[in-house]
Each structure stands twice: as structure tokens, then as C-alpha cells.
């Protein structure tokens, strides 16, 4: 495929290069054993938990779970993307990828380059026409806003005149044809045929991605004309969910300061940054999404939510705490005056009581209480359980069992109600799915940790090329219950076929799975295992291993019999009590 870089050479760059001079160009990392220690970088901690191995090329962090190949390092500490890693390590190494294949010839060619091109264009266009008679009133609007013009140039702002082709005529000129302008979001086709320009007689704010290359817009009137803002469609370049407008500039900061403030609109990022506050995101109006808090996560798990006063700022900030905690990222929220958002009260009180705004954000559990209080009534049985409903759905989420115990404290004492109580309501959550009041199912339970037997063959595996083998003619990946485990399996079983050695850096190349990256790198650090019995001991694991799954697929049979057996379909029923019966022999055959 033109523009990949072959896995020869990502290969080749691979072998050339040393993880541990590279890691240590950016953190100082102190010799433990046969591998090297450091403070991680991607998390605050106090006790070095971030390893790097000579040997195997990988390094791990047992705080934070970052892990992965030389690649994996520098794309996760400098936030670029494959290709350009592999670049940058492929002149360190003085291997020449050859100019139709790099990163930058791809990325200056195809369709998206092209849109890229035409939103750039399209830009300029509305940023001149803000500084010419006919943005005028556009100027004074956002001047009476307190926003000056050194923040209108900074952030690019612009102005789309009241006409209804003033942009096509413009693009046409430059040599955009009609077909790039609707794919780019620019246009819009009319029935009956022909194009208009989408934005007419609005402030235009530019949409930068990370590397602030124009990618969509924003569009605002300067009256109460509804709808108030409109957006760029989605497009290849621009997906509204995973981008937060300003990130471009201030993603330096927030890694500095190891936290982010996030606000919701276009103007209350830039009455924020504009004053000061340089550490700020905005998610566009939109709820935020999980890809956007991953984006946030990339420079910092510290986050500060600052959205509008009402009731549907509150529904979304707490909708974004649950997704905050899923992504384990540290979460605090400011409680703005009904009615406000963090451009108007920075307008009337000042940046400075913004920022003391921010000092003391509450704690996520503390905001979300005090919301649904001000809902339900705390002192009824209803209200109470209303209340514990929405809190154990939050609690939940968090990984840590120190944490969930603490919060379970917390709650009863809020609520007044025996913490054994609430204990008992949470392992209705146990579900896994929507539903509450339902057993955990096998295929779930069997995803909550990874079992002891397949980790520690994943380590002989990752230790002995043979064993790969030897188990290849006695296990399938479909064996292994956890799906991390599966996939390692596989392209270990893959390489074995073709041939390959296993060398972990290298199989973290294809892996393609954070989850299963991770499981691997944790793998590789585990104490070295010394086998005096090695057949008797891998005999065994293959055993257990197959008994295991033999009780998870009967644990799955008997889900499936009772729900035949609830719906009335007796034919599911036979078909599915024949195979529980033989599965019955099989199990005792193997016993």
C-alpha cells in the first residue's frame, strides 16, 4: 500500500536502536538489575514504578500501566502518530526510508491534504474579511465581548458575509472545485442543484487540530437569531467527538501543569485563555466523549470541569465524570451561578475569582451529590434510593477497590444507611450490561482479571521459542478465556508458523491493542521462572487451562438454557440440552 512504511524497515529501525539511550534522552533512568528504573513519566508518582528492559526493548510502568515498544515511548511522550516515530528513530538509526514512504509525502497528498487545503483557504478568507469594512459590526461585536484584536488574530477568528456564494466564488479562484467544498463541510448542496455557502453572516471560529492545521469550524450569529451556533459536518477531517477546539494551544501548558480546565464553548475558552487561564480545553458544545477525554489524557490525567450553571450543564458534566473515571483520569468540578457560563462570569467578576474558582472545585463525588440533592429529597425512601442509584452507577467505575471502599463509606454516611446495605445494592452493578438485577455473565466475569495459568504461559512463552511451539500442537488461542491473552497467542502462533522469532518489542508492533500491549509488557517484568519439571508443569497448565474453558462454556450453556427455557423455545432447548450433556462426557473424559 503506497505510503506505509514496510515492516521490514520499521524492523530494521528497530534493531538498531537502543530503548534505553532513547528513554534516557528524555528521564533519568538508574540501572535495577538487568533493567533500568525511572519516575514514569506519564503519571505523577513518588516511587519509581517505570521500567525499562535492555533485553527485551520494552518498558513498562506498574503505577500507570504505560507501556510498550521504542516507538510506543516516543509517540506517547512527544503525541505523534506511528509513521513520524518511526521516522525520527529511522535518522537516529541511519536507516533511509525511501521518499515515496514517508510521513510527510503521505500526509501532503490524498484526499485529506487536499480538504486540509481547502479549509486552510477558506480560513484566510474570513479572517481577511473581519479585518475589511464588511466585518465591521462583527468586530465591534466581539470588541463589546472583551475580546481584543490581538486574541481575534491568535485564535484566528473570522467573518462570513451575508452572501450566499461569497465563499464558493472565493475557493473557485483558488482552484477548489465544488466536489472538495462539499466534502470538506463547506457547502451545501440545494435541492434541484447547485451549492451555497454554508456559513453566511457569522463570527467564524477556525477549528485547529493538535498540530493546528484548520480542520472545521464554528459559526455564531451577532443576534439572538436561532440557532445560535452552528458547526462543520463531519468530515475525513473532522469528527466533532474527538477534538476539543484550542487544544492546539494550550496542550504545552496543560502538560506543564499537569492539569486541564475544561469548559464547554468557543467563547469561554477564549475569555479564558485570552485573560490567562492557559490550561484550557473546550468540547465544543457537545457532550464530552470518551475519545476526547483520551485526548486530554495524552498530556494529563488531572482534570478541572468548569460547565454552564443550568440543568443541562449539569447533566453534562456528569455525564463527562463518569467517562473521566473510566479513564482513570483525576476529576474536580466548579459550580458556576445558575445562568452563567465561564465566559459571562469571567466577564462580570474577573479572572481572578475564576481562578479562585478553579482553587476550589469540588471533588467529583462531593459535586455530584450535592446535584442530585437539589433533585430528590434525601430524607425519603424514594429520594434516598434515587439517589444511591445514580452515586453506586459512578462508584462503580473507579478500578481501585481502596477507592470504592472509601467512596461506599462515604455514601452511607450521606445518605444514612448501613453500609452493608449499599454493598449489597452494588453487586447489582455487577452486570455488565444495562440491566440491573441480573447475574454477571461468564463471558463478562471471565474478562475481569486475567487468570494466574495464562499469564504465567504468556511468560514462558515470551521466555522460550520452543514452548511457543510445543503448545501450538496442544492449545488453540481460542483456549485462553481472556481476549488479551487471545490475541498475544495468536501472533505468537503466527510468527512461529512463519518462521519468526519472538522478540517482545517487536510482536508490540502488530499487537494493535492497548489492552493487550499492556498485559504483555507486565508479562515480560514478571520475576524469571526457573522449571526443573518443565514438561509436568506445562501438561498441567494445558489441563487446567482446557478445564477452565470447559467450565466457562458450561457456565454459558446454562445462561443460554435458562433464557430457552424463559422464552418458551423448546427446540433451542433439546438443541442446547444435547450439547450441556456432551460437553458433560467431554469434561469427565478430560477429568
Known sequence: MKGRIPDHIVETVLSRVNIVEVVSEFIPLKRAGRNFRALCPFHQEKTPSFMVSTDKQIYHCFGCGAGGNVFNFLMQFERIEFPEAVEILAKKAGVVIPESLSYDTKESSGINAQLQKACETAASFYENNLSVPCGTQAREYLLKRGIPQEAIKAFRMGFAVEKWDALINHLRSKGIN???????????????GGYYDRFRNRIIFPILDVKARVIGFGARVLDKTLPKYINSPETPLYIKGKNLYGLWLSKDVIRDLDAAVVVEGYLDFISAFQQGVRNVVASSGTALTAEQARLIKRYTHNVVMVYDGDASGQIATIRALDIFIEEDMQVRVV????????????????????????LKAQPLFDYKMSVLKSR????????????????????????????????????????????????????LFHTGGKERGLAASPAVVAQKSIHSVEQFLIKLMLEEDAIIAELK??????????????????????????????????LLTHLGDAEATRLLCESTFLPDINIENREKILAD???????????????????????AQEKGDEERLHKLIAEFDTLIKTRRGTG
Open 178 to 192: 465544488l466536489s472538495l467544498m462539499e466534502k470538506a463541510g463547506l457547502v451545501v448542496p440545494k435541492e434541484g
Open 335 to 358: 459550580s458556576l451561578p445558575e445562568g452563567q457560563d465561564p465566559d459571562l462570569f469571567i466577564r462580570k467578576n474577573g479572572i481572578e475569582c475564576f481562578r479562585a474558582l478553579i
Open 376 to 427: 430528590y429529597d434525601a430524607k425519603e425512601i424514594e429520594g434516598k434510593e434515587k439517589i444511591c442509584s445514580e452515586m453506586l452507577s459512578t462508584i462503580q467505575k473507579f478500578r481501585r477497590p481502596v477507592v470504592k471502599s472509601e467512596y461506599f463509606k462515604k455514601l452511607a454516611q450521606e445518605l444514612k444507611v448501613k453500609e452493608e446495605a449499599l454493598l449489597q445494592e452494588a453487586k
Open 473 to 506: 500442537d496442544k492449545l488453540e488461542p481460542d483456549d485462553f478465556l481472556d481476549e488479551r491473552t487471545a490475541k498475544i497467542v495468536t501472533l505468537m502462533f503466527d510468527c512461529i508458523a512463519q518462521g519468526k522469532g519472538i522478540e517482545p518489542s517487536k
Open 541 to 563: 497448565c494445558v489441563q487446567r487451562l482446557k478445564a477452565k474453558k470447559l467450565t466457562f462454556k458450561r457456565q454459558c450453556l446454562q445462561e443460554e438454557i435458562k433464557a
